[in-house]
């Protein structure tokens, strides 16, 4: 398992840098914060990201891929935290596009994935259903009727999920809501009668969805792989994008970092620079170590899903560790960032508070740091 990147990943991390500070910094965010219009992101930032081959890095060759692995998507999305940049990039290749990947028939695949790559069609997962993520209480209904499927129900805190070209939406074909099995997934186009995408609004200010299903009809074909066997290849999805959003998380707080020692060393009083003062030095000094660990941890996520030797349970043991131990070190990282920049940390003029609630909503995303205390310790006992 490496715990460092190698001379590859190194090079297409300094090109995702220098590529989102030129054309996507913190700035440009903002404008499109003010804009609030759909889908949330440039669209001519996502193609050329796209022209990057940013897309194909998680897919294997023979589907269009490059191949590269998560390990690959790691240094991408730690650009993406430090510019705070918005893109489809979690939602629809990391997450739909495993799942197309993971489950999909190749009559499912072939048209979708191609796009996907292409950057010409998005995929949205549809998944929770209540305010904290919980992917085993699935129980939005999946009927079976004459030809196909019928669903039933609501999904919100859909990602990326208005003007998406389809979504893929998690429902209950069998079981009870907590049951891993009974869960299957469905290609629902985007213009299917009775489905519609609200929108709703969190604080980070990005492209957020409601999906009210009612009366969907869906054939056969709809349905990605076997009815009420979804749950491997969605668990395997949700890890990738957890571990994502860990690498995301952790290049936001090593950049909130480095604005927050740029202040110590400027901002004066008592004549002094406020970063002699051997009080704020010895937080600094703690911050820096909480980053130097979530490094790790970060790192062995990745690596754990590209690690073919590994249990399915190690492999969720290390992704849950990564989203925690992200989540817990930016949330201490922009706490001490407003309290060290004092009052003006909490207001609109600085981009602290872009950070910190960017922060706020990818830590609870895929699962909070309560989720994955309690996933790691679920994982851990099957071990045993």
Known sequence: MSLVYSDEQRLLADSAHEFLAARSPVAAQRQLRDLAQAPGYDRQLWQEAVGL????????EALGGLDFGCMGLGPIF???GKNLSASPLLSSVVLGGSLLHLAGSPAQQDPWLTALISGERRLALALDEKPRHDPAHTALAATAVPGGYRLDGDKYFVIDGLGADAYLVAARTAGQAGEEQGVSLFLVPAD????QANALSLIDS???????????????DALLGSAG????ALDEALDRGRVCLAAEMLGAAEQLFAMTLEYLKTRVQFDVPIGSFQALQHRAARLYVELQLARSAVMAGLSALDDGTLSASERGRLVSLAKWKAGETAAQVSN???????GIGVTDELDVGLYLKRIRVAQACLGDSDFQCARYGALKSLEK
């Open 229 to 232: 066997a979804a749950w491997a």
């Open 53 to 60: 081959g940013w897309t194909g890095i998680p897919f294997p």
């Open 336 to 342: 001490e960032t407003v309290q060290m920049h004092g």
């Open 192 to 195: 299917t009668p009775g489905l």
């Open 78 to 80: 730690e650009a993406i």
């Open 206 to 220: 990005r492209n957020c969805a409601w999906l009210r299903l009612n009366a969907v009809h869906l054939g056969e």
